[in-house]
């Protein structure tokens, strides 16, 4: 069965620290992962995907996560973080055509 | 072009009482979602459409849910009877083909 764990409910980094949140899927099949990001009271906004190819991807406001096959991992990382990142993160994963199955979430809280 | 519409934004209910939720995807999409977010299960999926027609309806909690998509340029989410344990934010998701998911704004539903 498709399953996403995001290990950490929450997180709390400084900022200009650097951050890695945690995503580990089980999946059948080839997966098209993606990481997503909501703030208080708001929509879920796409940060980045992988569908195939390179391993390492680039998403918006300067995060990039890595696929990696063996671990089943899809972790999300940003070398500096700032205090507008304070939200909560989503990994999901799905198929070609199909639904998406989302963790449960991480909140990164930034102290200044 | 517009993104996910979803109206309400905030609805109080009594217990009993008819709930619906309506969704108008972005323009050309052929995938839309239904979750519900509530603290303790995270992001559901309800149901999802593809070319208006229900393909996947596990999620749906039980017979008091239904939801429809009479064209491809609009959605209802329809809870009747409602009850206290239906409060969440429900949220409408549309995409084209094997694209990401583009999420409205949420419908936050306190059902007293």
């Known amino acids: 069965a498709q399953s996403v764990t995001q290990p950490d409910i929450h997180i709390t980094v400084s900022e200009g620290a650097s951050l890695e949140l945690r995503c580990n899927y089980s999946?059948?099949?080839?997966?098209?992962l993606f990481w997503y990001v909501q703030s208080p009271g708001q929509g879920l906004q796409l940060l980045l995907k992988y569908f195939s190819g390179d391993t390492l991807v680039q998403g918006i406001k300067g995060f990039e996560a890595e696929f990696k096959r063996s671990q089943s991992s899809f972790n999300l990382r940003k070398p500096s973080v700032h205090w507008s990142d304070a939200a909560e993160y989503f990994c999901?994963?799905?198929?070609?055509?199909?639904?998406?199955?989302f963790g449960q979430g991480t909140e990164l809280s930034v102290k200044p | 072009d517009a993104g996910v519409i979803q109206s309400p934004r905030h609805e109080v209910t009594e217990m009993g009482q008819e709930v619906t939720l309506r969704c108008k995807p972005i323009s050309g999409h052929d995938y839309l979602f239904w979750y519900r977010q509530t603290m303790m299960r995270g992001l559901e999926l309800l149901i999802y459409f593809n070319n208006n027609v229900p393909i996947d309806d596990s999620g749906m909690p039980e017979d008091r849910f239904s939801a429809k998509m009479p064209n491809a340029s609009f959605s209802t989410l329809k809870i009747q009877p409602s009850e206290p344990r239906d409060s969440a934010v429900y949220f409408c998701?549309?995409?084209?083909?094997?694209?990401?998911?583009?999420f409205g704004e949420g419908s936050r539903l306190t059902v007293l």
């Open positions: 999901a994963v799905g198929n070609q055509g199909g639904k998406l199955i």
């Open positions: 998701a549309s995409r084209f083909r094997t694209g990401e998911l583009f």
């Open positions: 999946y059948g099949a080839t997966p098209y």
